[in-house]
């Protein structure tokens, strides 16, 4: 028998219609496994499970550094214990940590941290050209040539 055009599409659409049944029964029983292990035991219900929230590095870092800022201010604190820990929080940050007696390392006077700001090139033109104006004076006076004759002597 010769096939025409209509009859091969025919053909197509029986074959693919006989796949599709396949693959719904296909994916019934998947949902049905899972349903059996991972459902509820009453309803067969599965859970909606969220995502794992990603946590970027740069977050990530931020994170253990103010643990460990937390850590540190315990310690100084004299916090030992978890359940002293634990008590601190609830009293919150507002409760003053202990008075050094002038020794150890938290004695001396704390710096502001120093933060590493590109110069954008724009300002940094302007200062190239303002090279040797407005130059402010010095804190520390400049030796005298007079000491210096004497010290050549």
């Known amino acids: 028998p010769k096939l025409g ?18 693959q719904k029964r296909r994916r019934a029983q998947i949902s049905d ?3 059996a292990l991972h ?8 859970k909606k499970q969220t ?10 870092r931020k994170l253990l550094k103010k643990w460990r800022r937390e850590q540190k201010q315990a310690i100084e604190k004299g916090l030992v214990t978890m359940q002293d820990v634990e ?15 002038g020794l150890g390392p938290s004695s001396e006077p704390k710096k502001s941290p120093r933060f590493h ?3 954008s090139l724009k300002l940094k033109s302007k200062q190239k050209k303002h090279k040797g104006k407005n130059q402010g004076e010095s804190s520390q006076p ?11 002597e």
């Open 5 to 22: 055009f209509n009859d091969w599409g025919a053909q197509e659409v029986v074959t693919m219609a006989k796949f599709n049944v396949v």
């Open 33 to 35: 496994r899972k349903r």
């Open 39 to 46: 459902g509820d035991p009453k309803t067969k219900k599965l």
């Open 51 to 60: 995502q794992p929230q990603s946590l970027s590095g740069k977050r990530k």
């Open 87 to 101: 008590m601190a929080a609830a009293e919150g940050p507002s409760s003053e940590p202990k008075k050094s007696d």
């Open 117 to 119: 700001l590109k110069k």
């Open 142 to 152: 400049a030796v005298e040539a007079s000491s210096v004759d004497v010290m050549v």
